[in-house]
């Protein structure tokens, strides 16, 4: 394929990049570029259309990390197989089928961070589980509270519903459509006090004795509410995008726990190919369903944000998890879980009955941070923040020469950084702990043991500060460099 030819001047306002991208998509998805094709290169698509070379770059990145494309080294980018494997056509009936008359029965009237939140404050913290709390919108906040509790209301007082507040639901319900894509309405999510809680809940709306699939390495909290509920968990080694189909049949499993757009900790995407063989895999039984985690999503640097997998998921086999701890702050212990229809109506019959573990003035002032436009203006500049965070210490590790790869980059809230030391990564950890620097390791994150290799660090840059990161490295260069592996002269 030598040309494509993409209106630029009509439609909706978007960036021209985006505009390219949905085009692409589109002709994918209907068939009329067919699997195999090469596209053509970004330096004669640039000229075609008349725009900047790095405006397709962009384009083609962000098809490539959904898995519409793929890059051959010296050959060029072609056109992946999606269509055969699932209808991608946008349909939501959620709505229709809750006014159609099904018969929904309304509802009766610890999370450990690795050391995340010890009261020991080190010096300069580079965990992946921290924030910037300098940013934080104080002052809204503390206006939202005045203005709830201005009014002497008897209700605020009360438990409330125990899926959540109706009014927040249905904001987040708006969020979570126009921010990933979620098909959802109200009645669909489950509102609670962290993660952990609604993974509990879960089971009990799932039933016992189920196998429970998950990455290795992973996030541990999940695989331990998992199996302290009696949970079978199983695990496969997580590859590039994590969860490969052939693995999936093989160990038999009813749930998969998945992070499509971010997967911690590796900060791999899930392709878009490899999402539509999980989601043919759990339409093919009952009782099969997808968990996503859509761990970190809010925060991606490069390209626009990557559709949630529930967002392609006509058979209701996707149980969406998503909190507010990265978002807002750990503190505030709102996490949301949007069920099918079908799981919704078990939840009514068996978990109705507990109350909310969300306090009702926190909900309210979390509803009318989301309401008054105060929540997508403080993620907005949250991202900017953190991309200025991202880009520097990015580019602060590439200058070292005892820094052999870095991977995850470009989302989230940390990078992985491999270390050319004879060091393990618990003495780096250790070192750099008496030095005043909260570190961890790929290591502490896997269910079994991790494989044999050099150090893997996890650098978390939502704490620090540039001048903080700066100094954090120099001391880590310092215990580094004392243990460096000789490189062989070339």
Not at 458 to 468: M, V
Request: aromatic share 8%.
């Amino acid at each position: 394929m030598n040309e494509i030819m993409i209106d630029l001047q009509g439609g909706a306002k978007a960036p021209l990049y985006e505009k390219i991208y949905e085009y692409i998509k589109n002709e994918i998805v209907d068939g009329k570029i067919s699997k195999g094709e090469k596209l053509p290169s970004t330096r004669l698509l640039a000229k075609n259309l008349s725009v900047s070379r790095s405006t397709v770059e962009l384009a083609y990145d962000q098809l490539l990390a959904e898995g519409y494309i793929e890059a051959e080294p010296y050959r060029g980018y072609f056109v992946c197989d999606v269509e055969a494997l699932y209808q991608l056509e946008q349909r939501n009936h959620m709505q229709e089928k809750l006014q159609a008359g099904q018969d929904w029965q309304p509802g009766w009237k610890t999370e450990i961070k690795h050391g995340a939140g010890s009261s020991k404050q080190k010096e300069i913290d580079f965990s992946p589980y921290t924030i910037d709390t300098q940013n934080f919108p104080y002052n809204v906040w503390r206006k939202l509270h005045k203005n709830v509790l201005l009014d002497d209301r008897e209700e605020i007082l009360l438990s409330g519903d125990g899926q959540g507040d109706h009014e927040l639901r249905m904001a987040i319900a708006d969020y979570l459509h126009q921010a990933r894509g979620v098909n959802c309405v109200a009645e669909q999510i489950i509102i609670g006090a962290g993660n952990e809680y609604l993974e509990l809940l879960l089971a009990q709306v799932l039933g016992e004795k189920k196998t429970v699939l998950m990455d290795d390495p992973t996030y541990l909290q999940a695989y331990r509410t998992f199996s302290n509920m009696g949970y079978l968990v199983k695990n496969i080694p997580a590859e590039q995008g994590s969860m490969p189909i052939e693995a999936v049949r093989r160990e038999n499993a009813d749930i998969l726990y998945v992070m499509p757009s971010h997967q911690f900790p590796l900060g791999t995407v899930m392709p878009l190919k490899q999402r539509l063989e999980l989601l043919k895999w759990a339409s093919e039984k009952e009782g099969r369903y997808l968990i996503e985690d859509d761990h970190d999503s809010e925060y991606r640097y490069k390209g626009k944000p990557i559709p949630s997998l529930q967002s392609i998921d006509h058979e209701e086999k996707v149980i969406y998890l998503g909190t507010f701890s990265k978002s807002i702050a750990p503190s505030l212990r709102i996490s949301y879980m949007v069920l099918p229809l079908h799981l919704l109506k078990k939840y009514q019959e068996s978990c109705s009955f507990y109350s909310t573990t969300v306090s009702k003035i926190q909900q309210e002032v979390l509803r009318e941070f989301i309401r008054g436009g105060y929540f997508g203006r403080h993620l907005n500049k949250m991202r900017g923040i953190y991309k200025n965070k991202h880009d520097f210490l990015v580019g602060e590790l590439k200058k070292k020469n005892w820094v052999q790869n870095i991977a995850g980059d470009n989302a989230g809230l940390h990078v992985l950084v491999q270390v050319n030391t004879t060091l393990t990564e618990e003495e780096i950890c250790k070192k750099a702990a008496e030095c005043g620097i909260r570190l961890m390791g790929i290591r502490e994150h896997y269910i079994h043991t991790p494989p044999e290799g050099r150090p893997v660090l996890l650098l978390g840059y939502g704490k620090p500060d540039e001048q903080e990161i700066q100094k954090g490295l120099e001391v880590l260069e310092s215990i580094v460099l004392e243990n460096r592996i000789p490189l062989p002269l070339r």
